[in-house]
Nanobody, 127 residues
Framework: QVQLVESGGGLVQAGGSLRLSCAASGRTFSSYSLGWFRQAPGKEREFVAAISWSGGFTYYVDSVKGRFTISRDNAKNTVYLQMNSLKPEDTAVYYC????????????????????WGQGTQVTVSS
């Protein structure tokens, strides 16, 4: 069982930065691959980024490549999403998720690939 709690969301101007954190409970955190998703009003939840259990592999949706960086600290049971050069279209509720399945980059994009979800944190980017 893993419980996830996101933090770090807020209101930022276009071009600004935010760092999201997701703290996890559970002694087996380091065995889970982790992902970040987002959901804008009226839209489906979409994949943003994922990181393997060791942190050695990462995977991003094309729209955030070069702007967002996912990382993790297994000693702190925390995964991060550094978001730079934010755009109004990045506005959404951001969720972290954990999966005990293997690392398959394309599979990491699927919401059904994940076993546990956080409650989400709002990110609003003003123009």
């Amino acid at each position: 069982q893993v419980q996830l709690v996101e933090s770090g969301g807020g209101l930022v101007q276009a071009g600004g930065s935010l760092r999201l954190s997701c703290a996890a409970s559970g002694r087996t955190f380091s065995s889970y691959s982790l992902g970040w998703f987002r959901q804008a009003p009226g839209k489906e939840r979409e994949f943003v980024a994922a990181i393997s259990w060791s942190g050695g592999f990462t995977y991003y949706v094309d729209s955030v490549k070069g702007r967002f960086t996912i990382s993790r600290d297994n000693a702190k049971n925390t995964v991060y999403l550094q978001m730079n050069s934010l755009k109004p279209e990045d506005t959404a509720v951001y969720y972290c998720a954990a999966t005990s399945r293997g690392w398959y980059p394309m599979s990491q994009e699927g919401v059904h690939y994940y076993d546990y979800w956080g409650q989400g944190t709002q990110v609003t980017v003003s123009s």
